[in-house]
């Protein structure tokens, strides 16, 4: 395969709602989409920068930068195009694992396209739907919380995960749990909000039989997390902290996390991801696909992720009207608490042009 270019869209999607967490409240989705031409046909990636670098040093303004000026003009000079070799090609670049992972998806879509095999197919997944879980963002307050929880429980979502600050913890968990019962398959986020010196605090937890608590320390504080997780029964989660498959092993190691989220813009792409699912899956450590409030595109490839056999917990892989009122794509749609895993060639879905052209801000060619 030989690369003809990469077309970057600037994409702005209204949220159906705000969506509050410990490092800010998003009302729209900008993002940035991925079109890689080959001559062999084309293929989309999704960049899950966030405008802002509150969740990680990442930001859409920077992916693009970096696309512009490094990634796509190391891997226009690299020979032929491999997705096998994309990640590779790129390591001469340090960090930027979102802007490599978007790039990197692009390519494996265009040449899954070609040959004719799904993501799904290409990854290893053992299920043709998963299991949704939803994430709620903090609230005003506890009515409605409750409200939001109970519309997503009626919807049919098999998993809740409550985001956590400090002054939202103890009370809405409790609140959930005394309307919703004990059956209800709850967690929270904490976004990197707490430190080790909130220990006694998190312990207050303990007593709401949590599937889990994700992230309460900072990113690197992976240590501080082992520490933690002796101090309190909630098994500790990571999501900030793992960026490859190496900081997997050692999270592993030293005990930070008994559980972890994978989200494949985060660690490089999502072969990377598949490598983190086999190295907690040979140590017995369960994953869950996280969510960066994909459109369609992104949805559609963690999707079929969700369906490699160590993900065994509920993810962050809600069906599109949770996020959008128009998705970019067909919208996935949430059936008996489950989404369809695409079978199609490549990711299995294509941005409706309209509605693509509609939402685009800005749109940038860049030759190879
Ligand atoms: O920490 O998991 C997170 C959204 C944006 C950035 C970080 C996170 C999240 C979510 C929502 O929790 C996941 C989703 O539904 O896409
Ligand atoms: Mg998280």
């Not at 030989?2 to 994409?11: D, I, R």
């Not at 949704?132 to 506890?142: C, E, P, Q, T």
């Not at 949770?322 to 998705?327: H, L, P």
Request: aromatic residues 6%; negative net charge.
């Amino acid at each position: 395969m030989k690369l003809n270019g990469v077309e970057l869209l600037h994409v702005s999607l209204p949220l159906v709602s705000p969506f509050r967490t410990s490092f800010g409240t998003q009302v729209a989705r900008d993002l940035l989409l991925l079109r890689v031409d080959t001559d062999a046909g084309e293929g989309w990636g999704e960049c899950v920068t966030m405008a802002d670098p509150r969740y990680s040093s990442e930001y859409v303004a920077g992916a693009a930068d970096v696309l512009r000026r490094f990634l796509v003009p190391e891997l226009a000079a690299a020979g032929p195009l491999d997705a096998t070799r994309v990640a590779e090609v790129l390591a001469v670049f340090k960090g930027h694992r979102m802007a490599k992972a978007a790039l990197e998806m692009g390519v494996l879509d265009a040449e899954l396209r070609a040959e004719g095999r799904s993501f799904a197919r290409e990854l290893g997944a053992v299920r043709d739907r998963v299991p949704a879980g939803v994430s709620v963002g903090i609230m005003d307050g506890l009515p409605q919380l409750l409200d939001a929880v109970a519309g997503y429980l009626d919807e049919g979502y098999v998993r809740i995960k409550l985001k956590i600050e400090p002054g939202w913890d103890v009370e809405p968990v409790r609140a959930v749990r005394e309307r919703f019962g004990d059956e209800v398959l709850l967690q929270v986020d904490a976004n990197t909000a707490y430190t080790l010196a909130d220990a006694r605090h998190l312990a207050r937890l303990d007593p709401f039989d949590l599937l889990l608590i994700e992230q309460p320390l900072e990113e690197e504080d992976v240590v501080g997390h082992a520490h933690l997780a002796k101090l309190i029964s909630t098994p500790v989660c990571l999501d900030e902290s793992i960026v490859s498959a190496q900081s997997a092993a050692a999270a592993i190691e030293l005990g930070a996390c008994s559980v972890v989220n994978i989200k494949p813009g985060r660690v490089g792409g999502y072969l990377e991801a598949r490598r983190i699912h086999d190295v907690c899956r040979a140590h017995g450590v369960p994953v869950w696909c996280g969510g960066m409030l994909e459109t369609g595109i992104g949805r559609a490839a963690n999707v079929a992720l969700a369906a490699l056999p160590g993900f065994t917990l509920p993810g962050d892989t809600s069906a599109s009207s949770r996020y959008y009122t128009t998705d970019l794509t067909d919208p996935f749609v949430l059936e008996d608490g489950t989404l369809a895993v695409p079978e199609g060639p490549g990711i299995g879905v294509t941005p409706d042009p309209d509605r693509l052209a509609a939402v685009t801000t800005h749109r940038e060619w860049l030759p190879a």
